[in-house]
């Protein structure tokens, strides 16, 4: 009985995997929009410099389940010159903008850790927005060796 | 939701001080699929605010490219004694709001 069950749940799910690239997108936000547009929305089409920004993202990760992710900008924080937001995008994943963080002249470090899923081999983009209006960037490669979102178990 | 919040002991007044909070969440991303072959609903954490005796110091939107429990770590100057407020929210509208007291020295 349990048995059945149990096998009857692995072919639903080997035809769903079967099916998947012939299946519409699951949500709408799939796919619907490049990093350049994100970016752009962001920037508002001003110019995105390199430099200033340390991305620091492992060169191998095991499991992109959990990847460490840590963005250090260069910059004193004081109430006249500090960060305003920090974007990171994953142009592999299949939702590309992983997450926005909104700091101000409080923060007093310009600094922030969090663990991303990357689903797959990428190069990954922090974006930087400063209170003077400039824009700046820094990527990092990552080989990720088992890469998220996409396994359907 | 429960989190776990860690920030830096005893700080002097201007210290830089590091907050750490990991939220026990799934992170459901929407590209999963149940036993049945039915896809299992994203729901992610997808706001965090951070208020420092309620001026807002840090904000985070999030989506599913966060690891599941979400965890940020992050600074702020240590300016008066009072209290760090969290509060979060995931896509089902499930609200999480967590408090530490700080005690500001000198």
């Known amino acids: 009985m349990l048995k059945n069950i149990y096998r009857r749940g692995f072919l639903a799910q080997l035809l769903a995997v079967c099916a998947w690239p012939f299946a519409p997108a699951r949500g709408a936000d799939v ?24 991305l620091e993202l492992p060169v191998l990760a095991d499991n992109g389940n ?34 926005n963080f909104y700091l101000g002249p409080r923060a007093g470090r310009a600094q922030l850790s969090t663990r991303v899923r990357l689903g797959g081999s990428q190069r990954v983009l922090a974006l930087v ?25 | 939701m ?17 907050i750490r909070i990991a939220i026990q ?27 420092y005796n309620n001026v807002e110091i840090f904000r985070a939107e999030m989506g599913s490219g966060i690891a599941a429990n979400p965890f940020l770590d992050f600074f702020t100057v240590a300016e ?3 209290e ?8 089902q509208g499930q609200t999480g709001s967590e408090r530490v007291a700080l005690t500001v020295t000198g």
């Open chain 1, 31 to 54: 796919g619907s929009e490049s990093v350049e547009a994100m970016v752009r929305k962001v920037t508002g089409g001003a110019k995105v410099e390199t430099g200033r920004v340390k």
């Open chain 1, 66 to 99: 959990s990847v460490s992710l840590k963005v250090n900008v260069d910059s004193p924080m004081t109430p006249a010159n500090y960060v305003k937001s920090i974007h990171i995008y994953a142009a592999r994943n299949p939702r590309p903008n992983v997450a």
């Open chain 1, 129 to 153: 927005a400063l209170s003077d209006g400039t824009f700046w960037s820094a990527t990092a490669d990552v080989v990720v060796t088992l890469s998220a979102c996409y396994d359907a178990t």
């Open chain 2, 2 to 18: 429960t989190a776990r919040i860690q920030v830096t002991p005893n700080p002097k007044r201007g210290d830089v001080i590091e």
């Open chain 2, 25 to 51: 969440h799934p992170m459901e991303t929407g590209f999963r699929l149940d036993d049945g072959g039915r896809a299992i609903p994203k729901n992610v954490v997808n706001k965090l605010v951070c208020r």
């Open chain 2, 80 to 82: 008066a004694s009072g």
């Open chain 2, 84 to 91: 760090l407020v969290f509060d979060w929210i995931d896509d």
